[in-house]
């Protein structure tokens, strides 16, 4: 099975930097997803690593260390609109994604 | 292009019950995912079609079951309906192969009384 931990909340100010780390333990691994999810509506996706590294992609960046079942999700330059749960989501060889609980981040003025 | 789309977008029920949700993928997209979202709660897998086989099944009791037909589309039941299964119902569509990720639509949110 898949067991996914992610932080519960996180406060940042507008233009800030707020980095969401994510750990996880599986039986089988086949990448690892970031979605967004805004209240009361479906998670959109935002970014996939498969390989060890950085990717890159406008203000959003995430990283994977497969040796160490770690991801974080990097968000630069924080807007209002970017008020929202962040789901870290693995993988598995069958094709299975599963979520963490999700982080709820909160952007103040 | 129309996304993944679900019905209906709300619904009431009463304890013991039936249910059923439906779902149409994106374009193009032949795998159908189904996920149960309690508030505050991220995502639970159900189950995902492909084919129109049950191709993964997540920790949930019999009383969920599920449909893909010829066209992609899926259906999601739910049987005897308990408290407990008050939640957002969430479809996802995905296209099997490479990168894989999952679109997915506005659900249906169910309330069981």
């Known amino acids: 099975g898949q067991n996914i931990d992610q932080p519960t909340e996180m406060t940042a100010t507008e233009g800030a930097i707020v980095q969401i780390n994510c750990t996880y333990q599986?039986?089988?691994?086949?990448?690892l997803f970031w979605y967004q999810q805004h209240a009361g509506e479906a998670p959109t996706f935002l970014s996939y690593?498969?390989?060890?590294g950085l990717e890159e992609k406008g203000r959003f960046s995430s990283f994977l260390s497969r040796s160490k079942g770690y991801s974080y999700l990097l968000l630069k330059e924080l807007q209002m609109k970017d008020s929202a749960s962040y789901l870290c989501?693995?993988?598995?060889?069958?094709?299975?994604?599963?979520f963490g609980a999700g982080t709820t981040v909160t952007v103040r003025a | 292009d129309a996304g993944v789309t679900q019905s209906p977008t709300h619904l009431i029920k009463t304890r013991g019950q039936q249910v059923t949700l439906r779902c149409s993928p994106k374009?193009?997209?032949?795998?159908v995912s189904w996920y149960q979202q309690a508030l505050g709660q991220g995502p639970q897998f159900i189950f995902q079609?492909?084919?129109?086989?049950?191709?993964q099944r997540g920790n949930f009791p019999d009383r969920f079951s599920g449909h893909q037909f010829p066209n992609y589309s899926s259906e999601l039941n739910v049987n005897a309906l308990l408290l407990g299964d008050s939640a957002l119902y969430l479809c996802?569509?995905?296209?099997?192969?490479?990168?894989?990720?999952?679109?997915f639509g506005e659900g249906s949110r169910l309330t069981v009384l």
């Open positions: 996802a569509s995905s296209l099997t192969g490479g990168r894989g990720e999952l679109f």
């Open positions: 599986t039986s089988g691994f086949n990448g």
């Open positions: 690593n498969v390989l060890d």
């Open positions: 989501a693995v993988r598995d060889n069958d094709y299975k994604l599963s």
């Open positions: 374009s193009g997209h032949d795998t």
């Open positions: 079609y492909y084919e129109e086989e049950e191709r």
